[in-house]
């Protein structure tokens, strides 16, 4: 069982678009991390997210947080092909020292 | 945030053979994960690796077949030994930073580049 559900899994979209990446779960998540990946590197984290409710903006990212801390989404405005990679969710179950749990992924691409 | 460098970037090995990938973090952290990742999926924690004790393995994954290790606050390996094709996978090291890289009551990850391996 996939502890954070990641939706759509696969997203082709053209150039201005607006998109909305989803990431889900039963449980509750003490925090929500999202990344990027671009082929061939290594995972950039995008924002953090801890209390229920947050929102943050990341110029064009605008990611919130459940209240119940259990789901989060990632909106992108007016996409560009620069957006194009793997966006992961991942969350901490606990506060203290604790390892990520991380949802399978959604492999955006935005064409010219 | 923190400057992670692996070595080597990528490698192509023959079956049965080993290769060891180096992770180096540009400041002292106590807890250092190595993942696995097949192309275009998510991550899969292979260990825990914090310096001065053993490596936590997660299922399926063992000290054996993947030997690491933490000989201080900057530096972790981990060993692929024994290579078949199967192991061909991006290998991720990450460091975690208690109350994230500005401070806070939360947790912060980052990722090194990752090395590319691919099993003939």
């Known amino acids: 069982t996939q502890l954070l559900e990641q939706s759509p899994q696969f997203l082709s979209i053209q150039e201005g678009e607006n998109l909305t990446v989803y990431c889900n779960s039963s449980s509750v998540f003490s925090s929500l991390q999202w990344y990027r990946q671009e082929p061939g590197e290594g995972p950039v984290l995008l924002v953090t997210v801890v209390t229920g409710g947050e929102v943050k903006k990341l110029k064009r990212l605008t990611f919130q947080f459940g209240d119940a801390r259990k789901d989060s989404s990632l909106h992108i405005t007016a996409a560009q092909p620069g957006d194009t990679g793997l966006y992961l969710c991942a969350g901490a179950l606990y506060s203290g020292y604790s390892t990520l749990t991380f949802g399978k992924g959604t492999m955006l691409l935005v064409s010219p | 945030s923190a400057v992670i460098s692996q070595k080597p970037s990528r490698d192509i090995c023959q079956r049965g053979t080993s290769l060891t990938i180096q992770c180096q973090v540009d400041?002292?952290?106590?807890?250092m994960f190595w993942y696995r990742q097949q192309p275009g999926q998510s991550l899969t924690l292979i260990a825990t690796?914090?310096?001065?004790?053993?490596?936590?393995?997660e299922s399926g994954f063992v000290i054996d077949k993947f030997p690491i290790s933490r000989p201080n606050l900057t530096f972790s390996t981990l060993t692929v030994s024994n290579m078949s094709p199967e192991d061909s996978s991006i290998y991720l090291c990450?460091?975690?930073?208690?109350?994230?890289?500005?401070?806070?009551?939360?947790?912060?990850?980052?990722f090194g580049p990752g090395t590319r391996l691919t099993v003939l």
């Open positions: 400041s002292q952290v106590t807890m």
């Open positions: 690796a914090n310096q001065g004790s053993e490596a936590t393995y």
């Open positions: 990450s460091v975690l930073y208690r109350g994230g890289w500005s401070g806070g009551n939360y947790n912060e990850q980052f």
